[in-house]
């Protein structure tokens, strides 16, 4: 009887283990031993093409980078640009085609709902080679749409100043959809009363979508920022079909040319410690955004 | 019967062994027993015997047509020798990936492996694949027939600090492509130096309705830099000096950058975002009346399916920079593969049996529908030279080739250069400025990898 209790207790107290432990050994294996992995290999120098193996470095590889290299600086902008130019805008479309399609009440919006994810599902790779067909400058679609309206036909992946907004064009096509699925989303599971207040109180539609609707959906909306922020990035196969980084460095962004040095050079220690330039710039932005939103008590309110 | 048959085994044996220790044993026994065991009195080559019967081998080669065609006929040698071969044809950078890790990880997974000619100084050099003269001295002289080869391209493909380390399979070579029917109609003379070259794309162009001067590879990207590679060795530039000293901002490396900029008002719009791909397909699709491509694009250009320009072009030499002494310099830039047995393998005898047999001259025409192969019989053959019009030029231009620099840091200078090539073509920097940019970053580059001190 004694004996049973104590099980049972055991059983109360330590159940959760067994829960547990699976996704605590995944996590272990599949992130945190990788994150500590190459944290040590930034700290070495290993280069695979040379026999010698890893041979410790210190914050060598940091320091080239962040001294040295006169690319990094380069791709470190045109990440940055890429960011304000993709983010923001995929937010603000998502959000119009989200309360535009949480109007639709009748049977097409699934239809619609369904067609919208499209750019979404479909692989980055063939959304690039779609866009690159579209944009040649000679046999594109693009082009000859310029043509049709008089305008002169545009280089766009082919000069400096038009590469990189070519291809923020095409990611905002193929984003968008998923920043407004989840919003839509939001919008769907926001309470019904104070929606019904304000109408009795007479307010104007512009009133609800000041005072209630986004306040109201703004944890929402910065979980979806904060995806689309740390996707963006990320971003590598767009560029790989779209430009190669070209022409120049102007579509180089710095996931890319990460992935030159250690794939295409096999300097491994420095891409190592690149990738964890990338994870420190992505966290302290992230830690910013969440930050000033909450002073602003918007995102205490919502939550 | 019987007696017979296992007499004349025992006699074959016994005059096998003779030889052996005859031969063999007085002069570097050791050496050579420890690297390649056949048995008495075999030769590469003969198929004859089949003392591997049983073996499997994993071949590693790059995604291109014939590797796939000699996939196709593998069997036959299947047939012949009683090596099963597994083939591991992979895409360029997926093939780059999986050779490097296993081979510096001595694993053996691969006993043959396709070496672009730019990894030459890294494989050979670094020791991970094996030097083969001790199997071509027990090779078949007829089925090997190393003579019959371009010896340009055994040096380039094959051979490292002359030791060879393999035979050649896949090259390309940089030469002109032009469009005989409109030359002819407006009388003008195939450019023999760059200058000429510059007036002819300059007087076709747009002559035809829809039909530019020339066409190249603009996007950045390796092709920009081949293409670039023609023009920087002949101008009198190199990549650095033998001393490792980067000059691609020299005087002459700047002007051929500035000439290669000026062809670009005689091209299509969109030629600086053309890759392999687009190039060929604007050419074929009759768009230019010139391009500078690999040889390799001709059968893009013969293929009815995928060409309106059939029986109205023609491949010859690059153009070139003339000398003060009348003479012309063109330096044809080079590209290629060998196949080469890595150090790891465990078996290197069926390895070389099957390297012999993939290059053999028996096979050679047999491939030849896929991808050109490096051997004078073929490409002298005027039958094939009939049917593949880029032979002629093809043997005029190889022996010339230059190669790009085959150590190990290469693709990291290059894309060095591609960047401050395509920023010069697309004139977001001058020449001058751009390459001087790149210089700084060649002896960044050459600095880590110990070249430079």
Known sequence: MGRRKSFQSFKRKYAWVFFIAPAVVVLLGIVIFPLIFSLTLSLHEWNIIRAGGWTWSGLENYATILFLDPYFRTALKVTFLYLLGTVPLQFALGLMVALILYRITRKIIGFLRTSLVFPSIMTPIVVGIIWRLMYNPDMGMLNYFLKLLHLPPLNWTGSPLTALPSVMMADIWEWTPFMALILLAGLQALPQEPFEAALVDGASQAQVLRYITLPLLSPVMIVAILIRLMDSFKTFDLIFVLTEGGPGMSTEILNYYTYKYGFKFFHMGYASALSWLLVVIVTVIAMILIKTIRSRGIYAAGG | MRIKKSMNVLLFTIAAMVLVIGMVFPLFAADVRDTIKVPAGFKFGTF???????????????????????????????????IKVNFHILAYPTLQEKQMVTLTQGTGAYDVVHVDCVWVGQYAGEGWTTPVEEFILRTDHNTLALDDFIPAVVSEQGMWQDRIFGLPCIQAVFGLHYRTDIFRKYNVKVPQTWEELRDAAKFLNLKEPGVYGITFMGRRGVQLQCTYDNMIWSFGGEWFDANYRPTVDSREAVEALEYFKSLVPYAPSGVLTYDWDENANAFAQGRAAMTIQWQNAAPTFY???????????????????????????????????????????????????FIVWASSPELDPRLAHSQPGSRFSGLEDPAMQKKYIEYDGMLKSLPIAKGRPRIAPYSELADALEVALSEAMTGSKSASRALKEANRKFEFILKRWGFLK
């Open chain 2, 303 to 353: 293929n009815p399916e995928k060409s309106k320009i059939i029986g109205k072009f023609e491949f010859t030499l690059v153009p070139g920079k003339k000398q003060p002494d009348g003479s012309i310099k063109r330096t044809p830039t080079f590209g290629g593969w060998s196949l080469q047995i890595p150090k790891d393998s465990r078996n290197k005898e069926a390895a070389w049996e």
């Open chain 2, 48 to 82: 004859t015997q089949k003392p591997w019967a049983g073996t499997t081998i994993n071949v590693a080669m790059v995604a291109e047509p014939r590797a796939d065609a000699i996939a196709k006929l593998a069997p036959e040698f299947e047939a012949r020798t009683g």
